[in-house]
């Protein structure tokens, strides 16, 4: 199947002209419903023998919303389903300044984080371009009134997405062209696990996206035990890339740190954390883990929670906690996947 939602404006001109024989303005037009999520039988302006003909090899709208839930915060969370079949997740927070969007790109994940749902089962596919892009699409059709919907976004769901660093590349020119959705690249986070290399490599193609880097422990020896990744490279490695990431794009780093109940949340905790970070331009997101029943890890209580909030705030690191938002309904990571799969949610 070729997803049409792949394409850049100029790929879906020559892809057209080439195979269906039809003018550019055509491929112009069908590039307007796709922005829009609108699949073939929306496209209003197309000729049908065109719509027809296109159905048999094409896929229009590569993600499809077949399940929301709504949270007594306002969050929504999506299920998708692609064209293969397979479902992946995305949340939707509104704050004053605009809605955010965090989406997937991967289904599973194989970075094998201790805390993390998304991972369970590990890595199943790469989501293409088009179907990172799909989530945003899908999710703006839902506001009628023509104004936009989703704001920023963040590539914080399921998955890593510089372990699908040439789709999440794509997907990043195809979201902030001017023929497509047009989203700012400042509006946009990546965030990853560490893969440090692959941070210098982003540096280096020159987007201003944020990047956010999920510490969760500044010791490597510990952070080993939570977060496999730190076998290939060490926190002294990502922090250097982060240091790099800021001085190639000027974009301040944000450091996850998810406090894990006697793991990660001691005064010694917050010391390793501050002497890596001194000297960067960083802030911590400080948030309790979200609890994921198969991993049997528990979050930090309230008062440790703030008590490590203080020991940064005295050792000079800027730090805030984190809001946790649609707690109600299974915001962490991959969760809602997963009672999907169980089979505990309808479609
Ligand atoms: N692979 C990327 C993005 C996906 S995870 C990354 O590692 O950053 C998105 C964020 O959610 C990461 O900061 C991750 O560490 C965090 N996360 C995953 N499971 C969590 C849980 N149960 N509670 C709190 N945060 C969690």
Redesign the pocket.
């Known amino acids: 199947m070729i997803l049409l939602q792949d394409f850049t404006l100029e790929e879906l001109t020559e892809y057209l002209t080439a195979n269906y024989n039809v003018k550019p303005f055509v491929a112009k037009q069908v590039y307007g419903w796709l922005t829009k999520s609108v699949d073939f039988d929306g496209m209003t302006n197309i000729s049908k023998d065109l719509r027809e003909s296109l159905k048999r090899k094409c896929v229009a709208v590569s993600c499809k919303i077949i399940k929301t839930l709504s949270s007594a915060d306002g969050t929504q969370k999506f299920l998708f389903e692609l064209f293969d079949g397979n479902v992946i997740e995305g949340v939707l927070m509104k704050y004053k300044y605009g809605n955010t969007l965090c989406v997937s790109s991967q289904v599973g ?1 194989r ?1 094998g ?1 201790k ?4 991972t369970l089962e590990s890595l199943n596919r790469n989501l293409s371009a088009g179907e990172i892009l799909g989530q945003v699409s899908s999710v703006n059709a839902l506001e009628k009134s023509g104004e936009r919907y989703v704001t920023n976004i963040v ?7 510089l372990d699908n660093f040439d789709n999440v590349v794509k997907f990043l020119r195809l979201v902030t062209s001017k023929n497509g959705l047009n989203v700012s690249e400042r509006n946009i986070s990546l ?3 560490g893969i440090a290399p692959k941070m210098r490599e982003l540096a280096d193609l020159g987007f201003s996206v944020n990047l ?1 880097i ?1 510490l ?1 422990n500044a010791d490597s020896e510990q952070r080993k035990q939570i977060m496999p990744i730190t076998n290939a490279f060490s926190v002294e490695e990502v922090i250097s890339a982060c240091r790099y990431y800021f001085e190639k794009t000027g974009r301040r780093i944000i450091a ?1 740190y ?1 406090l894990i109940d006697g793991q990660n949340d001691s005064y010694s905790h917050a010391l390793k954390l501050a002497s890596h970070l001194r000297g960067i331009s960083a802030h911590v997101n400080i ?1 309790a ?4 029943k198969e ?1 049997g890890l528990k979050g930090t209580g309230e008062n440790n929670l703030k008590k490590f909030i203080k020991y940064l705030d005295k050792l000079g690191i800027s730090a805030t906690r984190r809001r946790t938002m649609g707690q109600d309904i299974e915001g ?3 969760q809602l996947r997963r009672r999907y799969l169980e089979g505990s949610y309808e479609k």
């Open positions: 994940c970075m984080c805390f993390c749902a998304s590539l914080m769901g399921s998955g890593e997405p965030s990853t696990c956010t999920s969760h996850e998810t948030i883990l979200n609890p994921v991993t962490a990571c991959g």
